[in-house]
């Protein structure tokens, strides 16, 4: 009896996540073909149920009684090779993360590039030679163009990917990629938050186009330029960033290792002090980036380099006040939740595994891995708001150490396949319906 009470809420969890998976399946591919929102909706309950974007996983995962493996292998790459409306299904993913309140309040958007390393492969179609940042090296591969939504309490999910290429037909530029991202996101959620991008993204270009978008961003620094300064004078801002005093302080807790003999002894816990200060320059029009000057305030902080380095941070936020330029400085800390998003496509999900002989199905195979995750963030926001005793019990089964994370997508996905993998019949059984004609 006591057995049988343990299963029944594994047995409810099972169809409560089949059933929101159908769900939120039918919601975001509404408009499109019968085949393929069927195509859509064995796409993500495969990649869910297998915790892979490989063709050959998501087949046994999805493979009915009285089918072949090879058949729904080669079903599943047909239907890769037909157009998708890729822009209507990320439209009606990010409205459906609109409805649910997702963002919230005070959203910010992290954006950055990313790559697929594809070493060793030969035969993809306009594969291209990328900076794979794991290693510091170029590589064969493809590179990626990541928006993600980041809660303040920090939960985060990727708003659009897209992979492309440059040798690609019908490229112009990774700018106009870029573009493409920003304006969808842009066109769902409007122009709200503050947009947080890398040192990569320090680019005149990129200002221009963010002030005209009257879009809110911070952007790290890195390159040498000469700027005009608010006393007129016109020097180098390197210089003056080396030589600028900085009145603020903020308390800085960090942590390091201590070695002793060769092994490591225990952490340490270090309390410093952070230095930060602002000022305001002027960009003026250079090698046709710029058209007319613009003006940027400018957060410098000292302390969080490692090699005691100072950093500054672009912004076109009118800052008046040292407490604001910290709030900008932490608005920055926020962008690594988009290196988090991007590590778990790729440890969680495999998308660096992917093996597809089209370049346009590698690409539709990248959005239906984004929105996969959007459909776990889905199901577990549903059992946080109406099945609070459910998701206690999944939470338990998943942190048996009462180790939580602040992503804790890597341990719930595992244990949701786990708990799809019990189900003993087939998913075009049980539940009635499930993953079966519409």
Sequence with gaps: MLARKKELPARKLINVLKGKITEFSDKISAGQKTTQRRFIREAIY??????????????????????????????????????L??????????????????????????????????EGSHVFEYMDRVHDGSTNSV???????????????????????EMFSTKAKGFVSINTEIKKGVERVVHTFGRIGNWV??????????????????????VRGCKARNVEFDDGSFGSLHAYIARAELPGRYPFFHYYVLRKNGRKNRWVKKKGNIKYGYCTVTLLPNHGHLTEPLSLQVVIVEGIDGKGNRSYFFTNVQITSLTEALRIAKLYGRRWGCEEGI?????????????????????????????????????????????????????????FRKERPKFLYYKLLESIQK?????????????????GKL
């Design 46 to 83: 495969g990649i869910l149920q297998s915790g892979s974007s490989v063709l050959s996983k998501m087949a046994r995962a999805i493979q009915p009684a009285g089918t072949t493996f090879h058949g729904v292998e080669k079903r599943l790459g047909y239907e890769l090779q037909n157009k």
């Design 343 to 399: 590590r778990f496509l790729k440890q969680a999900l495999s998308i660096e595994d992917i093996r597809v002989q089209s370049y346009h199905a590698f690409q539709q195979l990248i959005v239906l891995t984004q929105l996969s995750l959007i459909a776990l963030w889905y199901c577990l926001r549903y059992l946080q708001w109406r099945q609070k005793k459910l998701y206690c019990w999944l939470t338990d089964f998943s942190f």
């Design 139 to 161: 590589v064969d591969g493809f590179l990626n163009v990541i928006i993600e939504g980041i809660q303040k309490r920090g939960e985060h999910l990727p708003l659009y990917l």
């Design 197 to 218: 991008m890398d040192r990569g993204f320090d680019s005149s270009w990129i200002f221009q186009y963010f002030n005209k978008m009257k879009l809110s961003f911070v």
């Design 85 to 118: 409306a890729e822009n209507a299904l990320r439209d009606n993913a990010n409205d459906l993360l609109l409805r649910n309140a997702f963002l919230g309040a005070d959203p910010t958007f992290a954006l950055d590039l990313t790559d697929i390393n594809k």
């Design 419 to 435: 708990l799809l993998l019990l189900d003993l019949f087939s998913p075009y059984n049980s539940p009635p319906g499930f993953l």
